[in-house]
């Protein structure tokens, strides 16, 4: 099998996902039928949203829902709202899926949705009537026990509530398990807003642990300060870390002291900007950035800075061939999906960086998806407390799986990842006579 990494011109996300697959199959010696289950996905499903607007015309977008596996349990994934949502990024995104339930050994599948939208550009009630399209369109594919969804990128409770209300009435059932991520007024479960950055940290805590490293002497970095990236930044800042730069969409701050999140969340949330303490637009107080010893850098910059532990928690392909020699972490965690390329991954094994893939490290949203939908399907309302020991029990029950497996078979933590997710996937498959 040709396991030639993709040349950069013409990689995508799916093509960098198989990269690593292809990796894993060769190494395990799959047959072809058991190729052919991995490789491409179940089924890839199309539709054409049309609503109209408030000003009485219509308007027209794309849509997905990708199912990529579904040999341990319903397809689970989210969906997103974004113009750049298109058939490779969500099929790469379903493949993932696919892995990360498996490593977590619950009892799902990999899905995931899209639809080719700004939502930024609609008014509330444009949003709901896109929400409730998406389901009608691809009402026979979803459901509780056959495809449940849940947020992504632009997704969130409002839009979820409005999804699931609008099977709910189109089917004539109650259906609380139908779909994740909701309300808590409307079956939710409590932690699940910082479910993600939860779970990563309770990897680097084990990760650090096992090292035998001190929090208070590790200087963190995080790009992007969305939910998953502040809540990562809180997290850490209570428990000693020191957390020396963050960035959202529009620039960073880093100070070799450390900074407080609790204070630079405060002022995202007055100013829509991390950088909003310092500067507005392009023009910064120079005077007090001094006095606080904190510079403004850009993203690519960010990357690069000084530190022991650096988190992408925004966007995919973040670290490339290009930059990934200039990058100083030691440790990286894959709070986003894909933030490294499959070019940059060899770089940083051969420099010796740890880095704790995204099929690990941000796994703790699905697993907690899980826990809402078993607790939609049970009625029975979890606890917060409850939350977070099954989380933090899943999360090291995998993470030791994956460390057992790097060191069995002297591999990276990524090809760990993918080879216990694949080996559980195929598992099931044998069970059920597939393959």
């Not at 099929?91 to 009892?107: E, G, N, Q, Y």
């Not at 849940?150 to 409002?158: E, K, L």
């Not at 779909?179 to 699940?192: A, N, Q, V, W």
């Not at 009625?379 to 917060?384: A, S």
């Amino acid at each position: 099998m040709d396991t030639t990494l993709t040349p950069m011109s013409t990689a995508t996300p799916y093509t960098r996902f198989r990269t690593t697959l292809d990796a894993t199959i060769e190494r395990l010696g799959l047959r072809k039928e058991e190729i052919a289950f991995l490789s491409q996905p179940q089924y890839i499903h199309k539709k054409e949203l049309t609503i109209k607007k408030d000003d009485g015309s219509s308007e027209s977008f794309l849509a997905f829902r990708v199912q990529f596996n579904n040999a341990r349990g319903p397809f689970k994934g989210g969906i997103r709202f974004h113009p750049e949502a298109d058939e490779e990024e969500v099929k790469a995104l379903a493949a993932l899926m696919a892995i990360k339930t498996a490593l977590s050994d619950i009892p799902f599948g990999g899905a995931k949705g899209g639809v080719q939208c700004d939502p930024k550009s609609f008014s509330r009630r444009e949003l709901q009537a896109i929400s409730r399209a998406y389901v009608s369109a691809f009402l026979e594919e979803l459901g509780p026990y056959r495809d449940c969804a849940a947020p992504d990128v632009n997704t969130n409770p409002d839009i979820m509530a409005w999804m699931r209300d609008e099977y709910e009435r189109r089917k004539g059932v109650y259906a609380p398990s139908f779909i994740t991520g909701k309300p808590l007024s409307y079956g939710g479960i409590p932690g699940r807003d910082t479910a993600t950055a939860r779970g990563g940290f309770y990897v680097l805590q084990e990760l650090v642990n096992h090292d035998a490293l001190n929090p208070s002497e590790l200087r963190v970095v995080i790009q992007g300060f969305g939910n998953a990236g502040a809540h990562m930044a809180q997290f850490l800042h209570r428990e000693g870390y020191n957390v020396v730069a963050v960035s959202d969409s529009q620039g960073g701050i880093y100070s070799p002291d450390g900074i407080d999140p609790f204070r630079i969340q405060k002022y995202k949330k007055q100013t829509g900007s991390v950088t909003g303490e310092y500067c507005k637009g392009s023009v910064c107080d120079i005077e007090k950035m001094k006095l606080d010893h904190v510079e403004r850098v850009s993203n690519e910059e960010l990357l690069e800075l000084p530190c022991d532990v650096l988190i992408p928690a925004a966007l995919d392909n973040v670290i490339t061939a290009e930059n990934a020699r200039h990058i100083q972490a030691k440790y990286i965690l894959e709070l986003a999906n894909g933030p490294v390329s499959p070019e940059a991954d060899a770089i940083l094994d051969a420099k010796g960086a740890v880095v704790i893939p995204d099929v690990l490290a941000n796994a703790g949203g699905v697993v907690v998806s899980y826990f809402e939908w078993a607790q939609g399907r049970s009625g029975r309302q979890w606890i917060p407390q409850q939350v977070k020991d099954h989380l933090r029990r899943i999360m090291l029950e995998a993470f030791t799986a994956v460390r057992h497996e790097a060191r069995r078979s002297n591999i990276s933590y990524r090809r760990a990842a993918f080879t216990v997710g694949v080996e559980r996937i195929l598992e099931t498959m044998r069970a059920r006579g597939w393959v």
